[in-house]
């Protein structure tokens, strides 16, 4: 290694103070719900537990974990606590070889295996199959092969949003949205001291814990967290749900460094969003999934919410033609509305009285100045669907 990567790599990590330490310490003991459906029971799942176990299943079948790190809003809390985003899902990334489709396959069923030691007394085990626990406990299984990508993602069930991530890379082209969730803290420290330390930690013996930031600057990101300043490299290569997130950030009192920088990184998020999700039902899903995943307990914020990816769409969207880009603006717009009947501020959602003063003209005894707007569902208010996005000149 050159002095110069010895040098960006120097500024890209930082050790954790104990004040640091002690919280990550804090959410690694949490106890956190896994909702089984059905009726399947509900785990009780320490996050420092699940990662013992999975680690030590794999190294048992000849898979070599790398490192495990803690990652996303999680991260960002343990470094600043008052930040504004709080943490929702509790995102673990395991790094090992993806050699193949056996691994893949192996990493899953190793997960799976695991859940069976988290199942309460009295539960008769040995008739619960992998499929059934992949049913009744996993959100969401992803797995990502290709040139430059390749890991797998298993989310844990959890009713109130925070679920447990649990990413197994082996490479990953890009690893962050914004700087202030380019945080990565390593475990394998805390977790060896847990092992071996008959000693409770304290200020003064305690292992030493290394965060790194994947925006390539640590203080600089750590300086956006505290500041509440939106910032990120190369926002064409953001995947099409940082749209979603930058206006979450914008909601939560988060702002972009400079007007300039806010306009250009608008365009390239719409554009992306619009490439990665180009048809209207695609869309949907993903808002859809979006709101009920990252709102969970902050329902009041959902409509708040709604109006700034509307704004945010029509002022920087400019690679849809005009018919695609209502389409859009009628989605988020009857999404807010149900929103809005969801948390009772209007009547009803089905059958709305809206009332507006007729011209001084309107003399007809038979004229009415009420009416009746019938507003339909999200997909019946967008049912054409057309590929929407169309090539930058």
């Known amino acids: 290694m050159s002095s110069g990567d010895a040098a960006e790599q120097s500024r890209r990590v930082s050790v954790l103070s104990w004040d640091q330490v002690r919280r990550l310490d804090a959410i690694l003991g949490e106890s956190v719900p896994i909702h089984g459906r059905g009726n399947f029971p509900t785990l009780s799942v320490q996050p420092r537990q699940i990662v013992q176990v999975v680690r030590a299943r794999l190294e048992e079948r000849g898979v070599v974990v790398r490192d495990v790190k803690l990652n996303g809003s999680a991260a960002s809390h343990v470094l600043h606590q008052d930040n504004g985003l709080g943490y929702k899902d509790l995102d673990l990334i395991f790094g090992l070889n993806l050699t193949d489709d056996r691994t893949f396959r192996l990493v899953k069923d190793v997960v ?15 008739r619960i199959t992998t499929l059934a626990l992949k049913e009744a406990y996993v959100q969401k299984l992803v797995k990502v092969c290709n040139d430059t990508d390749r890991w797998s993602l298993i989310s844990l069930s959890n009713n109130t949003g925070k679920n447990v991530e649990l990413k197994f890379v082996d490479s990953l082209r890009r690893q962050f949205e914004f700087s202030v969730d380019s945080f990565q803290i390593s475990l394998d420290s805390l977790l060896l001291f847990d092992r071996c330390s008959e000693t409770a930690m304290s200020e003064m ?8 930031s994947m925006y390539g600057d640590f203080e600089e990101a750590l300086g956006h967290l505290c500041t509440k300043t939106i910032a990120t490299h190369s926002p064409e290569e953001i995947r099409g749900g940082g749209l979603l997130k930058y206006c ?7 702002r972009p460094s400079s007007e300039t920088q806010m306009k250009q990184m608008q365009r390239y998020m719409c554009s992306r969003f619009f490439i990665d999700f180009p048809d209207i039902s ?27 990816l509307r704004r945010v769409v029509d002022e920087s969207t400019v690679c849809l033609m005009g018919h695609e880009r209502r389409q859009t603006l009628a989605l988020i717009s009857a999404l807010a509305l149900r929103v809005m009947a969801e948390q009772n501020a209007i009547p009803a959602l089905s059958n709305i009285t809206c009332y ?4 001084p003209y309107v003399r007809d005894v038979n004229f009415s100045n009420y009416y009746v707007a019938q507003v339909q ?17």
């Open 112 to 126: 799976l295996d695991c859940l069976v030691d988290f199942l309460p007394e009295g539960v008769f085990r040995e």
């Open 205 to 212: 013996f305690h292992p030493t814990v290394q965060g790194e």
């Open 248 to 254: 979450h950030l914008l909601v939560r009192g988060f």
């Open 282 to 308: 695609e869309q949907q899903r993903k808002l859809e999934g979006y709101l009920q995943n990252h709102f969970a307990g902050m329902e009041h914020k959902r409509y708040e919410y709604l109006l700034t």
């Open 356 to 359: 507006y003063q007729p011209a």
């Open 377 to 393: 569902s999200p997909i019946a208010a967008c049912s054409n669907s057309y590929q929407t996005w169309l090539p930058c000149s």
